[in-house]
């Protein structure tokens, strides 16, 4: 995946502002930054959900921003998982597995089954075949969303805050299954404020704040040892809520004097070890 100088502006808000960046095969590329920095908006770009208003999306040399290109083609390529698991209330587990197989990819039932089966298997809910979302807990739901998207066997798959929405007890399984995929090979990239996520899964971390990408680099230097500091007060917010917002509270002069002091650089190290 390659973005060129993607920018999106929705009306005279600009919120994406001249992004770079490539996602090689089997890569797995984690975006943090504040809420509002244009992340779900990048994602979304990428597999053309919006239009960009400048800039290139090729995906394995396919320009997906090309307006010849069948999009529909294209977008069956990329998985997304989302926040709020998007599935159909309506149908069981199984049959919000094989529906898209069926009516996109024109599988026969028997296939699509087949296939959804085994991407319940992987993502640990088999028992629930014929469970209705609502009768599942937010990690099962989530699980399941996965496994809908692994059905339609993408090249990519694309992660906006899967475990926002889930109980603190749950988040462990749907990062867990994270985990094996990115193990297993598939091109990833996630939107996640899991820091522990992030460092040990990642290969590559990006952080966003206002529409650009500040810095990216391996998570050993982005969430070990950021070079900027709005990378460094990010992290601090969402490492410790409660001390950044006694930071929040202080002066600017102080906030200056705790970087100089070298509380960041102490922070970083903590993160490191
Ligand atoms: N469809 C839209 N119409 C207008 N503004 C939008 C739309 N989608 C997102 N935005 C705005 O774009 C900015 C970035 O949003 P978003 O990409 O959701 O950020 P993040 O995911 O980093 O929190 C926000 O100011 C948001 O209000
Ligand atoms: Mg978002």
Known sequence: MRVEGLHKSFGELEVLKGIDFTVRPGEVVCVIGPS????????????????????????????????????????????????????????????????????????????????????????????????????????????????RALSMEPELMLFDEPTSALDPELVGDVLAVMRRLADEGMTMMVVTHEMSFAREVADRVVFMDGGVIVEEGPPTRVIGDPQHQRTRTFLSRVLDPAAASVTEAGTEAEAEAEAETGAAATEGDALRG
């Open 36 to 147: 509002g920095s244009g992340k779900s908006t990048l994602l979304r770009c990428v597999n053309l959900l919006e239009e960009p208003t400048a800039g290139t999306v090729a995906l394995s040399g396919t320009e997906l921003t090309d307006p010849d290109v069948d999009i529909d083609r294209v977008r069956r390529r990329i998985g997304m998982v989302f926040q709020s698991f998007n599935l159909f209330p309506h149908l069981s587990v199984l049959d919000n597995l094989t529906i898209a197989q069926r009516r996109v990819l024109g599988r026969t039932k028997d296939e699509a089954r087949r296939i959804g089966r085994a991407n319940l298997r992987r993502v640990g809910v088999s028992e629930k075949e014929s469970a209705y979302p609502a009768q599942l807990s937010g990690g099962q739901q989530q699980r399941v969303a996965i496994a």
